[in-house]
């Protein structure tokens, strides 16, 4: 199977930038997706990596390198609304996609 | 109307119950999933209907019995469940199953089993 790494838990104070680190271990490899998810709703796309480096959109920017298995979410100018669970994708090779267990971003005022 | 629906929101059955979740997306996808989501746990790819033609079935029990009728349509039909089943259900659909495809999901039905 997959295997996707990161964090439980991470709390922050509002306006505050976080980051939040995935690492992977697929068969394969076609992308990375982050994911929002308050509580008791659906999880919602944020962002989608397939080439290494950068994807900036707005507060929110997502980092990826395919030679280390490795990816951040980075989230800045933090508001209270941002407290969510973040959630990392991985679709392999037979374009699957296998989920991380999720953060949990605490945002404190 | 919201891209991804589901119904019902919350479900509490016993054991010997039958019940069906329904799924409906207003999106044109061609492309619709099951997912399992239990607290703390990553998300666990049930289902997964590409053109209503089931291709891939994730080691599902066959107390959950999935049922496609067309691609707007997703059901997933109960039958002696566990309490170990009980989670968050959630459905999933995307355009097609190619490269880059984003999956749009919706809100989940919270089970409960008795």
């Known amino acids: 199977g997959q295997n996707i790494d990161q964090p439980t838990e991470m709390t922050a104070t509002e306006g505050a930038i976080v980051q939040i680190n995935c690492t992977y271990q697929?068969?394969?490899?076609?992308?990375l997706f982050w994911y929002q998810q308050h509580a008791g709703e659906a999880p919602t796309f944020l962002s989608y990596?397939?080439?290494?480096g950068l994807e900036e959109k707005g507060r929110f920017s997502s980092f990826l390198s395919r030679s280390k298995g490795y990816s951040y979410l980075l989230l800045k100018e933090l508001q209270m609304k941002d407290s969510a669970s973040y959630l990392c994708?991985?679709?392999?090779?037979?374009?699957?996609?296998?989920f991380g267990a999720g953060t949990t971003v605490t945002v404190r005022a | 109307e919201t891209g991804v629906t589901q119904t019902p929101r919350h479900l509490v059955m016993g054991m010997t119950n039958k019940k069906s979740l329904k799924c409906e997306q207003h999106?044109?996808?061609?492309?619709m999933y099951w997912y399992k989501q239990s607290a703390k746990k990553p998300l666990e790819l049930m289902f997964v209907?590409?053109?209503?033609?089931?291709?891939e079935n994730n080691s599902v029990p066959s107390r959950f019995s999935p049922e496609c009728p067309n691609s707007s349509h997703l059901f997933l039909h109960l039958h002696t469940l566990q309490p170990e089943d009980s989670a968050l259900y959630l459905c999933?659909?995307?355009?097609?199953?190619?490269?880059?495809?984003?999956?749009?999901f919706g809100p989940g039905t919270r089970l409960l089993v008795l």
């Open positions: 999933a659909s995307s355009q097609d199953r190619g490269e880059g495809e984003t999956q749009y």
């Open positions: 994708a991985v679709r392999d090779g037979d374009y699957k996609l296998s």
């Open positions: 209907y590409n053109f209503k033609e089931q291709t």
């Open positions: 999106l044109g996808h061609n492309a």
């Open positions: 990596n397939v080439l290494d």
């Open positions: 697929t068969s394969g490899f076609n992308g």
